[in-house]
C-alpha cells in the first residue's frame, strides 16, 4: 500500500466512524467511497455489511470498475452500490 492510499484509506475510515458516532448511517446498508485515480475508475469503499463504526483502514477494499472481478468475494460491494460507482 502505497503512503497516499494509507492515508486516503485512514481518511475515509474516519470518515465512516465519524459518520456513525452523528448517527449519520444506516448501519450496514449503505457506502462510501472515494476516486484514487485520475479518471475515477480506481476507487476505495467500504466492505459489503460492516457496521460504519467498526470500520479500520484495513478493512477498506480497493476495486477497478473495469475488473468484473471486484463483484466477487466476501466483502465485495453490492451490486446496487457498484453501479452508483
Known sequence: ???ILGQ???DLAAAFRWA???N?????ANHFS???NDDGT???MNPNQRHFSLIK??????LDANDP???RGPDAPDVTAWGLH
Not at 24 to 28: L, N, T, W
Request: net charge negative; no cysteine.
Open 69 to 71: 472481478r471486484s463483484l
Open 42 to 44: 480506481g476507487f476505495i
Open 24 to 28: 449519520f448511517h444506516e448501519a450496514v
Open 34 to 36: 472515494l476516486a484514487v
Open 8 to 10: 486516503q484509506k485512514a
Open 20 to 22: 456513525a458516532r452523528l
Open 57 to 62: 483502514a484495513s478493512d477498506i477494499i480497493e
Open 1 to 3: 500500500m502505497t503512503d
